[in-house]
């Protein structure tokens, strides 16, 4: 199931916490940044925990284990067991184990949440093509992961083997800066073979299946700050999504979202997940959200009155969205954003 096209951002007079029973969050650039809690994150979650909201937290990155994501959480401030981490090594050796038998032997191209995942559906990790494996699966593997790797994966794949990856994010934040990502490393294997792995990672299906299935959400929240993963995925998957303007989403990537990529609500950080959000009303020719009005002009969007800056933004998503109809907006949102400080 997909979503129609969205032509503007939804208000909600209860507060998100109340309205959904589980908040799906992505964790860095939304809960975390380089290692430390992002401002407000920690208070925030406590609080929609503790009036019964369920967290689950559903990562891309296939390197660590849950425990060691779960422990990282708490030494936060966010209390948080293993059963709470949802990761890509784990939709992908779902995946995997419906497809070959119980005990197979499989080829890792990865870390130890990989290997942790494979063993979790009754798989045996092994790490060499020679080792009689029926299937290959490539996971971030960290900036240690040797190049011989990528030569076994090969090897493999030629053969006829099924290829699997965890997710395909082209880089990967880190404390210095941004590095190559699983999906570089997946760039290797097809550039040597010419093959298509099918993969499992947010913005596709088995990552939203898998986090589901785990949480058993009925009314579940996506909350992320990437576009092209967290909130496609929550499209792909059908369900409700939250932005948070804390990672690497800015005004000008929002107002030239296409409708996969634009999310339920927006707000600046995970207090947004405690509060209502405002609605966005046509007025006139434009959309109206708190004190500013915002309209599509024959070449880019205008912006008039006075107020918080996100309902600014979120009124231009308004106008921007509607003048775009299915395609991404082409208009000129630089004035307007300038006028909020963007």
């Excluded at 184990?97 to 949440?113: A, H, I, K």
């Excluded at 099918?198 to 299906?205: M, N, T």
Aim: charge should be negative; glycine fraction near 14%.
């Amino acid at each position: 199931m997909s979503r129609s096209v969205r032509t503007r951002p939804e208000g909600r007079g209860q507060a998100l916490n109340e309205a959904y029973d589980t908040a799906l969050l992505d964790l860095d650039g939304v809960v975390y940044a380089g290692g430390s809690a992002i401002a407000h994150a920690v208070e925030s979650l406590t609080a929609a925990r503790g009036a019964g909201m369920r967290l689950a937290y559903v990562t891309n990155n296939a390197l660590r284990t849950p425990d060691v994501v779960a422990a990282h959480l708490t030494e936060l401030g966010i209390p948080a067991e293993a059963g709470d981490v949802i990761t890509s090594a784990q939709a992908v050796a779902r995946l995997i184990s419906e497809q070959v038998p119980q005990g197979s032997r499989v080829l890792v191209v990865g870390g130890e949440g990989l290997r942790v995942a494979l063993r979790e559906r009754g798989l045996e990790p092994v790490e060499s093509a020679d080792d009689d494996p029926v299937a290959v699966v490539q996971g971030y593997g960290g900036p240690e992961l040797p190049w011989g790797r990528f030569a076994e994966a090969s090897y493999a794949v030629a053969r006829g083997l099924p290829w699997f990856a965890s997710n395909t994010d082209l880089t990967i934040p880190s404390g210095r800066g941004i590095a190559p990502g699983n999906g570089a490393a997946v760039e290797v294997v097809r550039i040597a073979t010419g093959a298509e792995p099918q993969v499992a990672g947010k913005p596709l299906p088995p990552m939203h299946r898998e986090s589901i299935l785990r949480t058993g959400a009925g009314r579940p929240l996506v909350v992320g700050d990437r576009l092209d993963t967290d909130i496609e995925g929550a499209f792909n998957g059908g369900v409700d999504s939250l932005l948070v303007l804390t990672g690497v989403t800015d005004g000008a990537l929002l107002l030239a979202a296409p409708p996969r990529h634009r999310p339920t609500y927006v707000d600046a950080d995970l207090r947004g997940m405690l509060t209502g959000q405002p609605e966005v009303v046509a007025a006139g020719d434009g959309f109206r959200c708190g004190g500013w009005t915002a309209t599509a002009g024959a070449a880019e969007l205008e912006l008039d009155g006075d107020g918080g800056a996100l309902d600014g933004l979120r009124a231009l998503c308004a106008a921007a969205w509607t003048a775009a109809g299915a395609e991404a907006c082409g208009l000129d949102g630089g004035k307007a954003l300038a006028r909020l400080g963007w």
